[in-house]
Structure formats: structure tokens, C-alpha cells
């Protein structure tokens, strides 16, 4: 830095500066896109089991502190509230949060607007960090693992369940990628967070105890391969925005329409039973 102008140091605040825009506008997009559709509806028809096979694996218990990331409409969230734990459910979306609150009833839960990068929660607060299908979508991995373990205290349980890439939604969004708008700079393919090396990369020595397995959830919603493609067109965010990236070009619709219906039938859609793999990856904060 020059003594007398302080040109390095004017350098490094306007640099700061605009990546903290970067950042705000990258999250405003994010908070966009899964308030397109009906995500709740995803959640409640298509993969409602998930959350409770989360909360079962972390072996989340009465009066534990909670805290489920990229809580969504409350998949995990109200599966832990009902065994009697303080649940705080984080999510970007605040649209999302609102249906959780509906469908919470009179179950104590906090719906709290938070960024999974950011949470905005003192180090060691929480007894049990858990995410379902939710935290991979963050665009920074390790920031987003970061944060996970810093939130969870020393002894506490973070538990993450994430879509494989050779699942069946990690092979979506593989068909989606060549019709999606280019990712930000620094972001990640969310079912990175479906391999087991990488997770296990991200959270390092913070972790002990981790116990990692493959399941498949058995979806069976959808009698057709084309039933599938049409409630993901109206309802999931992601493939949504895909639509609408190529809204313009028939012939780019067309193709994406033919290769979701092939995706389809290839996981099994037309006999009314597709396996949906994903990783359940449990460890022990250190």
C-alpha cells in the first residue's frame, strides 16, 4: 500500500465491495428461483419420507437444540419438532418458510430467514445441524460446511441428506445443464454434495464418527414418464428456471422436453416406481 495515497487500500474495500454485491444479487436469485412453482408440493407428494429418515439417522431426541439448514417447507423440520426437539428451520425463501408454517400446526418450530453461507446463529449453538436436500444447493460448498460445523457444538451431530450425481435428480440436472444459464463463478453442481469423498473434504478433521451410506428413495407419485416431466415443468424451481432460460427457442423446449421423458423412462416412471438415490452422510462435531 502507497503511505501517502492509500491507493491498496481503497483497492481492497472496492474489491470487497463488489463481491458482496455479487453475493447479494447471486442470493436474491437463489431466494427467486425456489419461490417459482410449488416446491411444498414436492416436498409433501414426492419425498415427505426423507425428513424422517434424516431425523432417525441423526438420532435427534427430545429437548435437543435443532437447527435444520435450508429447511424448506420443513421436510426434516417438523419430523424432528414432532419427537420433541427445539427446532429452528433456516431457509433463503421466506415463501417457502410461510408453507411450513402452515403445515406446522401447532408444532413449536422457528421459521427463520437465514442464509446457509451466513447463518446468522452464535458458534456451538445447536445440539443437532441437519439439512435434507437442501444445503447442496448452496453455490459455495465449503462455505456452506463451514458454517454447518461452526453452528454445531463440540460432541453435536451434522447429518446432511443429499441427491447422488448418478441418482436420478443428479442425472436431471445433467440433462437440464445444457439449456440451464451458466452457474456463477465459484459455484458448485449441488449433487456434489452426493459423494461421500467430497462431503468428507469439506467437513475435514472438524468431524468424527462419520458414518456415510447410498439409499434409494422409492418415488412412485408418477404413472408416466411424462406426468414426471410435466409436475417438475410447474412445480420444482430449478427445472422451472430452465424452461424459462430457453422459453424463446421451441426447438431447445422441444429437446428438453424429449430428454426429461427419456430420463423418465430410464429410472422407471412408466411402470410407476423410480429409486431416486441419495447419500445420508452423519458425523460427530469434534
Known amino acids: 500500500m502507497d503511505p501517502v495515497t492509500?491507493?491498496?487500500?481503497?483497492?481492497d474495500?472496492?474489491?470487497?465491495?463488489t463481491e458482496a454485491e455479487a453475493d447479494r444479487v447471486l442470493k436474491a436469485r437463489h431466494r427467486a428461483l425456489w419461490a417459482l412453482g410449488d416446491y411444498p408440493a414436492v416436498a409433501s407428494e414426492v419425498i415427505a419420507t426423507l425428513g424422517p429418515v434424516l431425523v432417525q439417522a441423526a438420532g435427534i431426541k427430545s429437548g435437543q437444540r435443532v437447527l435444520d439448514v435450508a429447511a424448506g417447507s420443513g421436510n426434516a423440520a417438523l419430523p424432528a419438532a414432532r419427537v420433541g426437539a427445539n427446532v429452528t428451520a433456516s431457509d433463503l425463501t421466506p415463501e417457502l418458510l410461510a408453507a411450513g408454517r402452515r403445515q406446522a400446526g401447532d408444532l413449536p418450530v422457528r421459521w427463520e430467514t437465514g442464509d446457509a453461507e451466513a447463518l446468522p446463529y452464535p458458534m456451538g449453538s445447536f445440539d443437532a445441524v441437519i439439512s435434507c436436500v437442501g444445503v447442496m444447493f448452496a453455490p459455495h460448498h465449503q462455505v456452506a460446511a463451514d458454517e454447518l460445523a461452526r453452528v454445531?457444538?463440540?460432541g453435536g451431530t451434522i447429518s446432511v441428506l443429499s441427491w447422488t450425481p448418478a441418482g436420478f435428480i443428479g442425472q436431471m440436472f445433467a440433462a437440464m445443464k445444457p439449456y440451464s444459464p451458466p452457474p456463477p463463478p465459484g459455484a458448485l453442481p449441488p449433487p456434489l454434495w452426493g459423494d461421500e469423498?467430497?462431503?468428507r473434504e469439506l467437513l475435514g478433521d472438524r468431524v468424527v464418527?462419520?458414518?456415510a451410506r447410498t439409499a434409494a428413495l422409492t418415488v412412485d407419485r408418477f404413472g408416466s414418464a411424462e406426468e414426471f416431466r410435466d409436475f417438475f415443468k410447474a412445480c420444482y424451481g430449478p427445472t422451472i428456471a430452465t424452461y424459462r432460460h430457453i422459453g424463446e427457442d421451441p426447438e431447445k423446449v422441444a429437446a428438453l422436453d424429449a430428454a426429461l421423458v427419456e430420463l423418465g423412462r430410464r429410472f422407471g416412471a412408466d411402470g410407476g416406481s423410480m429409486p431416486w438415490e441419495y447419500l445420508l452422510l452423519t458425523a460427530r462435531k469434534a
Open 152 to 154: 454445531c457444538c463440540s
Open 197 to 199: 469423498q467430497h462431503v
Open 209 to 211: 464418527n462419520v458414518d
Open 13 to 17: 474495500v472496492m474489491t470487497t465491495q
Open 6 to 11: 492509500g491507493k491498496k487500500a481503497e483497492e
